[in-house]
């Protein structure tokens, strides 16, 4: 009872300070809590944006601590409003946790104009959204530096406390899967518990088991229409069906009774509670009439009958077990403290439901906690009244207990197969991870693929010392006459490969292929600077394979390529463009330069730039060829490295 309080004083506490105070978002991981940070506006329907925009005198929104909601307020809804600031590069999402409102309106408005508006909810059909969601979220476009007023109309609450935050898509990712392993593992709790129990019934012919079955499945069905999962799964085109959730959970009591009944045997062992019994399930009938109603007659009714008549069937679930148990009924131990659990989680839920606990992931899912801890000790008090039934029908139960240990060796079996699926499964996702991976790493660097995994973007960066190589087949018209298509792209394979193989021994990014031309460059991403010796002795490495490869091929009397090769230092700038199929790019004067020397030179050079020449000339030998006239550059020097030396020898100079 303590650990209860202190959490409301702390929730009110932490409602009071984020009351109606700016966000600014400064953190890819952050997640803001836009709904104790926004002032509020009762209205109907007739206060429109335009009126908000046009008029904001006139309309005088509170802090929220001034004006709490009150939850099933009929026709009438809320505005909210509040300032985002967006001091992150991230794109920015305004997420709403699954509350059951029927009308959500998002207007976004900047300089006092709206910029997007999005409409969500319960009565929002999820067919006409790109994704299906349990909980709804839109995107915002505020840029860096910017703040945008967001103004939330909601109207057809169900709960004070309405959880809505501001968050990036990397946090929306992290929640997510979070949620989804959750939920996935209650439903498969959920699932494999029913499923059991209504064949493991069938076999033993116990009424009990079966109600608990059908009473264990109801709950699943139940928290995936509360929490929003049917309606992003089954009836996306029918959403006003989810507002007959409270119905399925007036259902789920009278299942939850029905268990009572039979389990505790109350018809025998007492029958004054017995009829306290029948009378919970009528009551239960009339609290779903009462909501048909109150749904169909568009007249909001003041009270919510099956949530009391839930709260007496709490009291009257404790009671009949501790009757029971007094009688000498001792698996109904198991049964109390199984509805203690649940009640008293529910009652924290109520608690956040009705704004008087803060919104977390505990009080959000406190009755999906309490369901499971009901669940795990109502089978422990059926597995304890089958050992005492074996005790009192000693040949009955027998035959009851090798039915049971042929089902447990059955789910025994199947968890094992299960365990070896997910296991195998998991293996290929790993395998599959690494492949993609790979596969990235093959298409862009692995620098800009850590840059892309961390921020989901890449910055252009300009680089002021680059070596820059270009490589073309020549005559490669006439050469590709030799060939068939398929022979064409295995031969260009084949040598390509083959550079690949040399390049990847030194510091050097293949960047791109086209048609016959491949382009490398060395000092990107990471830049070196001793990049223009590592490919001008890398390009001679190719030389000298590219030889050894045409004398092989003319020995058999096979075609061969003939390339030329040219290479130039300078600056450029690198990035990635694109937003679907990333490539890794570098452009400059620098590239356009190295192009001109490949195309100026001959077939089985090496043509190297001035520039480059200054950088290795004394680890290279070079040839010096004179100035050459090139379209758009003028008279550039060029020179043919011959080959990389370790010492100093006498090299022909340019005049």
């Known amino acids: ?51 908000l925009l046009a008029h904001p005198d006139q309309y005088a929104f509170q802090p929220l601590s001034q004006n709490p909601i009150q939850p099933k307020t009929g026709k009438s809804g809320y505005w909210m409003t509040v300032d985002i600031t967006n001091e992150t590069d991230a794109e920015l999402l305004l997420q709403f946790i699954y509350n059951g409102t029927k009308l959500i309106d998002v207007y976004e408005t900047w300089q006092g104009a709206i910029v ?44 004070s406390e309405l959880p809505i935050y501001c968050l990036t898509a990397t946090r929306l990712l992290t929640e997510t899967h979070r949620s989804d392993l959750f939920y996935g593992i209650f439903y498969g709790i959920v699932l494999a518990i029913g499923l059991g129990m209504l064949l493991f019934s069938v076999r033993v012919h116990a009424h009990d088991i079966l109600m608990y079955g059908i009473w264990v499945l109801l709950l699943g069905v139940q928290t995936a229409l509360f929490r929003g999962h049917l309606n992003e799964f089954l009836y996306a085109r029918h959403p006003a069906i989810e507002a007959y959730g409270a119905a399925l959970g007036g259902v789920v009591g009278m299942a939850h009774v029905l268990f009572t009944l039979s389990f505790l045997r109350l018809h025998k062992k007492a029958p004054r509670l017995y009829r306290a019994a029948l009378a919970l399930l009528i009551l239960f009938g009339v609290g779903i009439l009462w909501l048909v109603v109150d749904l169909n007659t568009g007249t ?18 404790i009671a009949a077990g501790v009757y029971v148990h007094r009688r000498g009924f001792r698996p109904a131990r198991y049964y109390i403290l199984g509805n203690l659990g649940f009640y008293a989680l ?44 074996r005790q009192q029908r000693r040949q009955a ?9 042929a089902q447990e060796r059955l789910v025994s079996g199947q968890n094992a197969m299960l365990e070896q699926q997910v ?56 050469a590709g006459e030799q060939f068939t298509p398929e022979q064409l792209v295995s031969e260009l394979d084949h040598y390509f490969r083959s550079i690949d193989a040399i390049l990847g021994r030194y510091r050097i990014e293949k960047i791109k292929t086209i048609g016959d031309a491949y382009l490398c460059a060395g ?65 400059g004067d620098t590239v356009n330069t190295a192009a001109r020397m490949e195309q100026h030179g001959e077939a089985g050079k090496v043509n190297i730039s001035a520039t480059t020449y200054s950088l290795v000339n004394d680890r290279v030998r070079c040839s010096y060829r004179g100035k050459v006239p090139v379209k758009h550059k003028g008279d550039l020097d060029m020179y043919f490295a011959e080959a990389f030396i370790t010492d100093k020898r006498p090299l022909e100079l340019s005049p």
């Not at 202190?6 to 978002?25: D, E, H, N």
């Not at 299906?132 to 505020?142: A, V, W, Y």
């Not at 009714?301 to 009291?315: M, Q, R």
């Open 1 to 51: 009872m303590r650990s209860i309080l202190g959490i409301l004083l702390f929730g009110l506490l932490t409602s009071y300070l984020a009351s109606a105070q700016p966000i600014r978002m400064t953190d890819v991981d952050q997640r803001a809590d836009v709904f104790h940070a926004s002032r509020v506006l009762k209205a109907d329907g007739s206060v429109t944006i335009d009126a």
């Open 116 to 159: 997007a508006r999005h409409r969500l909810g319960a009565l929002h059909p999820e067919r006409t959204n790109p994704v299906r969601k349990s909980n709804p979220f839109c995107p915002l476009n505020i840029r860096r530096g910017e703040t945008h007023r967001i103004y939330v109309y909601q109207q057809g609450i169900y709960t």
């Open 300 to 317: 909001p009714l003041d009270i919510d009958v099956i949530p009391l008549v839930a709260l007496a069937e709490g009291v009257f679930n």
């Open 346 to 389: 529910l009652i924290v839920f109520l608690l956040y439901a009705f704004g008087y606990l803060p919104y977390s992931f505990f009080t959000y899912n406190s009755m999906i906690f309490g369901t499971t801890f009901e669940i795990a000790l109502f089978a422990t008090a059926l597995a304890s009244s089958i050992n005492l039934l």
């Open 397 to 405: 139960i027998q035959e009851k207990i090798e039915l049971l240990q």
């Open 423 to 478: 296991a195998q499964r998991t293996l290929e996702l790993q395998e599959e991870k690494q492949r993609s991976e790979e596969l990235l790493l093959n298409i862009l660097p692995g620098e800009i693929v850590e840059e892309l995994k961390k921020s989901g973007t890449t910055q252009p960066r300009r680089y002021e010392q680059v070596t820059v190589m270009f490589m073309d087949i020549q005559n490669f018209t006439e």
């Open 523 to 587: 000092g990107v991403p990471v830049a070196y600077p001793d990049n223009a010796g590592e490919v001008v002795r890398a390009a001679l490495e190719i030389k000298n394979f590219l030889e050894q490869n045409q004398l092989e091929r003319q020995v058999q009397g096979q075609a061969y390529f003939s390339f030329r090769i040219g290479i130039h230092t300078g600056p450029v700038v690198a990035g990635v463009v694109g937003a679907r199929k990333f490539a890794y790019d570098i452009w």
